[in-house]
């Protein structure tokens, strides 16, 4: 079991920049995947960007070169730095957290979210 927890959001303007947290209940080297992901009214939550707990960062194409995702291990949190924000990226941001557990039977994930932070970027 793996609880998340975000903080982080708010109202910012068009080309402004912020930084999200998620504080983990156990250590991320024990999680595979953490990510962010966000879900907009009416759309399906995206994936925003996830890291390995080897390093390997991947990110959507609407958010490269803006946004970093990165991971504070001492600390159990993961952050996502948003910068040059524009309204297209307002949307509910929730933590993600993978955990692929390996049997003889075969593998298991197991996936955990937090309750979201809303960001809300205006023109």
């Known amino acids: 079991q793996v609880h998340l927890v975000e903080s982080g959001g708010g109202l910012v303007q068009a080309g402004g920049s912020l930084r999200l947290s998620c504080v983990a209940s156990?250590?991320?080297?024990?999680?595979?995947?953490v990510g962010w992901y966000r879900q907009a009214p009416g759309k399906q939550r995206e994936l925003v960007a996830s890291?390995?707990?080897?390093?390997?960062?991947t990110y959507a194409d609407s958010v490269k070169g803006r946004f970093t995702i990165s991971g504070d291990y001492a600390k159990n949190t993961v952050y996502l730095e948003a910068s040059d924000l524009t309204p297209e990226d307002t949307a509910v941001y929730y933590c993600n957290a993978q955990i692929v557990v390996v049997t003889i039977e075969g593998s298991n994930k197991l996936e955990y979210w937090g309750q979201g932070t809303q960001v809300t970027v205006s023109s």
């Open positions: 156990r250590s991320i080297f024990s999680i595979d995947v």
């Open positions: 890291m390995t707990n080897g390093g390997r960062a």
